[in-house]
């Protein structure tokens, strides 16, 4: 049977915003509020301070994971540019939403 993950979030750069204001990549998996109050973003061994589209086929593959559709987030910021490179690097293993 086929595995597709029709929710992934991948960030080259954390650089994001919501209704909490600003966010950044803190470090080891950890983003910061412009408030200054931090918390984990990314799962212990995902990234220091993106989630990049390596580390999410490193998983994807562990798991079985054939293909991935890549979702926007405000929370990682736009992500619009990388997105494109990926799918014209990895063509059968993401698409767009």
Wanted: aromatic fraction near 12%; glycine fraction near 10%.
């Amino acid at each position: 049977m086929k595995k597709i993950d029709s929710h992934l979030h991948v960030a080259e750069i954390i650089a994001g915003y919501c209704r909490r204001g600003e966010l950044r990549a803190a470090g080891n998996g950890m983003a910061e509020w412009g408030s200054g109050e931090t918390f984990r973003l990314l799962p212990e061994g995902y990234g220091d301070t993106s989630f990049t589209a390596e580390a999410a086929l490193a998983i994807m593959d562990r798991h079985q994971v054939e293909k991935a559709v890549l979702m926007q987030g405000s929370m990682y910021g736009f992500q619009n540019r990388y997105h494109y490179e990926i799918m014209k690097k990895y063509p059968d293993r993401f698409c767009p939403s």
